[in-house]
């Protein structure tokens, strides 16, 4: 109950107050935890838990990933970048937001976490599709969504803790993962090319040109190619984790832009400004829904609510739906990934009985957890991308992700539906 | 808040860190199971694994605190902190958890620890000892000589000591890292071959029993204070049970995980050469000697604890052969 | 007033200096380990130091961010509302936000304190890490010095209009 009221209490503070979000959460929170337990007890908690935030190993990933960003933006190399692509593509409607998705998909392949994805395309992708007339709604819409893909393409943070959670092996949770994400990427895709049927003036036409023109604009972007390309090589063959990768990508995109000058002082000075700023904004955010977390946790309202449905007389395709939908409830009001934390020790064992099969259910619950960090109020991947571009409004990103909603609940169908040709055919080879 | 009647039970938070299928979280449920069956449901626990109400580092502060009522963690994790436990993760070669769980119990109950000053001790354990899992067989230290492998930061030392590279990797990046061959192996106990499905990328165990990481169930003082005695009785009663329990719990556990990583993935088990084995003590002094004059210099006799933890070694070993 | 705002100022940058400082040595730290591995020799403090110098990074740019008024806002509905009722909702908000980071300071400033007195070190290294906590501790008395002048700016523009 109580519980239940702080989040009426957090949603009333976070649309009628004009506190960050981050601030709200955290505040609520401590409250929340004060009120349940005690004022010391809350006080206990807080500081420590900051600190461990703040000194995440895993999360150092964060700053070194928008650095990177950072630099080939202020480089110049965005710019390059994205008019090599409207060479090739900006004569079909919204060819630069299916370009951002895939690039969203190709960069998640480095990055394991949705948050890192989101502030480093936002840099890279939404001042150029700003400049060639793309509507905010589909510009910072199609890069919430793309950003997601950083979680359920792997290396993913999710599927590692699902992993080490339910003692799956995490390799053949990377390779089942490889057919659902190539779906959720193409439905994301597919849905940039619905929208702009439904408004075309969204994501306008460029003129078309000839191949010469198109060749021509390649040159330019061969640095960046070969950036990546040097991290992926790294990656595959295990030179590097993915945390390395990131800082490796940083150090490598510094001395491209050194050795081509490139990058200014000023420039340089700047990178290093916003990748503060940003850090410091997704840290917050992480650290408000953790906190809150805790106080949901102290209520014990999400334990409450998975083992009410966990003890359920249902049909089992029933019973796994409304598993699903207290997955999305829970992306609603706290950090998706918290809430896995909280819920699998409850579903997991619930699910296995009922004879699904748990990497599939990995799958499924990656997607889920996945749709959850563009889930308004509590939205993480929506809220970095409004801090990145700052003239579009929080409210523009949420109606914007809106559009790709059912890509997720059309993915998870055909997971259901198909649960050996989108899964178990490739998790099977692995041992 | 709500009418406080006799018939309500007494509500004891229990905060702990690692995933709940993992045998801290699991003696955690034993525990709360036999304290509600004692005390005829007088006592109702409300567990939190997996780090949900604390973080691993902060329950001990927590319970301090009374964030948690009670909880559960690792002292290993937290070095400098609890020098008399420091004791036992020595590599002093203990050969079962349970062996290892009961000579710290009677180590911290000999040296009335001062820095549980502020908690009650509910119980205290140990993980089975750690041993060499690797890609590639290791059947002597020069197979280990220059080898990459995964350990939790505390013990790199001793990993150092033996020739190998200690990568002091979390917890979470490990498998992504055994996978790609980041690390060539880790040094760990060996239930994690099953639990964490590590057998599939290191199905190669050097027997060397290295060390324990050693863990301390603790309860908030004034929590402790406030109990009626007949549940104070249940819960004190409990102490050296839940240690031998948990202690023989997770030992089964660790066969269990071999018998499975053999057959799941033709696990091969190998011993050092008896040579090597000998020789094991002297190369390892360096961390006792370490560790003797660090706690010494803090005012407590480091020669004669080392002393103890031994001697309570042998008598256990003997014990529980 | 004047003269905290340049107090502040001058703070905000300072620290936004060795914020970035850090996050240089971030990158250098993990990419060297990178190339020490290759060559068969990991600084096994690397993750550790790593984490350390990320909560500097983050810390350190608590003032500077809340200065920029990057944290987001969630303003769907508030921004419906009359310029005065925003004015005061805003001194609100940053009346509260100053309070309670005040407080967290405080909180992590002494957790801080019994790390260092029970003597407690690193994992790894074995180093003492409670000036890092320090650290944090400062970022977030920073950040509630920024909202005292956000709070006392609101009064200000009140008074030009
Ligand atoms: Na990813
Ligand atoms: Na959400």
């Known amino acids: 109950m109580v519980g239940v009221i702080g989040i009426v209490v957090m949603f009333a503070v976070l649309f009628l107050f004009r506190i960050p979000a981050a601030f709200t959460m955290m505040i609520v929170g401590f409250l929340g935890v004060a009120y349940v337990t005690s004022f010391k007890a809350a006080l206990g908690m807080i500081g420590p838990d900051l600190w461990n935030i703040f000194s995440n190993y895993g999360l150092t990933v964060i700053p070194m990933f928008i650095l990177v960003g950072e630099f080939v ?68 819409g199609s890069v919430a969504a793309g950003s997601t893909l950083g979680v359920l393409i792997p290396p993913s943070i999710v599927l590692v803790v699902y992993g080490l959670y339910t003692g799956q092996s995490i390799g053949k949770l990377f390779f089942g993962n490889i057919i659902p994400s190539a779906i959720l990427t193409v439905l994301i895709a597919a849905t940039v090319f619905y929208i702009c049927f439904l408004h075309p003036e969204w994501g306008p036409k460029g003129p078309k040109n000839t191949w010469r023109e198109r060749i021509k604009a390649l040159p330019e972007i061969l640095d960046i190619l070969i950036l990546f390309a040097i991290i992926m090589y ?22 491209i832009c050194l050795i081509r000058k490139k990058l200014s002082w000023k420039g340089f000075i700047a990178s290093i400004a916003d990748t503060l700023r940003i850090s410091c904004l997704v840290f917050m955010i992480l650290a408000g829904a953790t906190i809150f ?9 999400p ?129 | 808040s709500g009418n406080v009647s006799a018939a309500d039970p007494i509500k004891l938070t229990y905060a702990n860190f690692p995933p709940a299928p993992t045998f801290p979280c699991i003696q955690m449920e034993r525990w709360k199971g036999e304290v509600e069956k004692r005390t005829n449901g007088k006592v109702a626990v ?46 002093l070669g203990f050969p079962s958890a349970k062996v290892a769980s009961m000579a710290l119990y009677d180590l911290i109950d000999k040296y009335k620890a001062k820095e549980f000053q502020d908690v009650k001790i509910l119980t205290l354990f140990t993980c089975p000892p750690a041993n060499i899992m690797t890609r590639t067989p290791v059947k002597s230290l020069a197979d280990l000589k220059g080898m990459e492998l995964r350990v939790g930061g505390t013990q790199a030392d001793i990993i150092k000591l033996l020739g190998g590279i200690p990568v002091a990797m979390p ?63 249940v819960l004190d009663d409990l102490r050296t049970e839940q240690a031998q329990w948990t202690g023989k719990y997770v030992d089964d556990h660790v066969l269990e995980a071999i018998k499975w990583s053999k057959e799941k993935y033709n696990l091969q088990i190998f011993e050092l050469p008896a040579k090597e084995k000998a020789e094991m003590p002297k190369l390892l002094e360096p961390i006792i000697a370490a560790y003797v004059k660090k706690v010494t210099a803090a005012g407590l006799p480091g020669d004669q604890i080392v002393k103890d933890a031994l001697a309570l070694k042998e008598k256990y070993a003997k014990e529980y052969k | 007033m004047e003269l905290l705002e340049k107090l502040n100022n001058f ?60 944290h987001i806002v969630v303003d769907i509905l508030s921004a419906t509302f009359p310029d005065r009722v925003k004015r005061v909702l805003d001194g609100v908000g940053y009346l509260i936000a100053m309070f309670f980071f005040a407080v967290i300071s405080w909180v992590i400033l002494r957790w801080g304190l019994r790390i260092a007195s029970c003597g407690e070190v690193s994992e790894t290294l074995k180093i003492v890490f409670y000036p890092f906590i320090f650290c944090v501790a400062t970022g977030f008395a920073l950040l509630s010095l920024t909202l005292v002048i956000d709070f006392l700016g609101t009064f200000r523009k009140k008074g030009s209009q």
């Open chain 1, 73 to 140: 933006h202020y480089g110049g190399y965005n710019n390059s970048l994205y008019y090599a692509t409207y060479r090739w593509f900006g004569h079909y409607r919204g060819g630069l937001a299916i370009t951002t998705i895939m690039a969203c998909a190709a960069f998640s392949a480095i990055s394991g976490s949705n948050t890192a994805t989101a502030a480093t395309m936002s840099s890279v992708a939404i001042p150029e599709m700003k400049k060639y007339h793309y509507h905010p709604m589909l510009n910072a």
């Open chain 1, 234 to 255: 790294a990656l595959f063959t295990g030179v590097v984790t993915a945390t390395e990768a990131a800082a490796a990508s940083c150090a490598l995109g510094l001395a």
């Open chain 1, 293 to 301: 977390g805790r106080f949901l946790a102290v209520t014990r309202l």
């Open chain 1, 303 to 431: 334990f409450e609510a998975a083992s009410i449905i966990s003890s359920l007389a249902l049909p089992k395709w029933m019973l796994l739906w409304l598993i699903l939908i207290c997955y999305i409830i829970g992306g609603c009001v706290m950090d998706a990934l918290a809430f896995l934390l909280i819920s699998l020790p409850i579903f997991f064992p619930l699910v296995t009985q009922m004879g699904y099969d748990p990497i599939w259910f990995g799958q499924v619950i990656c997607i889920v957890t996945t749709m959850g960090a563009i889930m308004p109020p509590i939205g993480i991947c929506c809220y970095v991308v409004a801090g990145m571009a700052e003239d579009i409004p929080l409210g523009t990103v949420f109606r914007g992700a809106f559009y790709y909603m059912p890509s997720y609940i059309i993915s998870i169908i055909i997971l259901m539906l198909f649960p050996y040709w989108t899964v178990l055919v490739l998790s099977n080879l692995v041992r």
């Open chain 2, 46 to 91: 409300q567990t939190f694994p997996g780090g949900t109400l604390l973080p691993a580092k902060n329950i001990f502060d927590g319970v301090v605190a009374g964030t948690a009522d009670i909880g559960n963690f690792a002292m290993s994790y937290q070095p400098g902190r609890f020098p008399i436990s420091e004791a036992i993760d020595l590599p």
């Open chain 2, 171 to 233: 917890q979470s990046d490990t498998p992504e890292a055994l996978q790609k061959g980041v690390v060539k192996g880790h040094v760990s106990s060996m239930e994690v071959l099953k639990d964490f499905n590590y057998a599939a990328y290191t199905a190669n165990v050097t027997i060397a029993d290295l060390w324990v990481v050693t863990f301390a169930v603790v309860m908030n003082k004034q929590k402790w204070e406030s109990l009626p005695d007949d549940v104070k009785k």
């Open chain 3, 11 to 70: 703070l905000n940058k300072s620290f936004l200096v060795i914020g970035g400082i850090a996050v240089l040595a971030l990158m250098t730290l993990a990419t060297g380990n990178v190339c020490l591995r290759i060559f068969g020799m990991p600084y096994r403090g690397a993750y550790e130091l790593a984490s350390f110098l990320g909560a500097v990074v983050t810390a350190f740019a608590l003032g500077y961010t809340q200065k920029k008024k990057s």
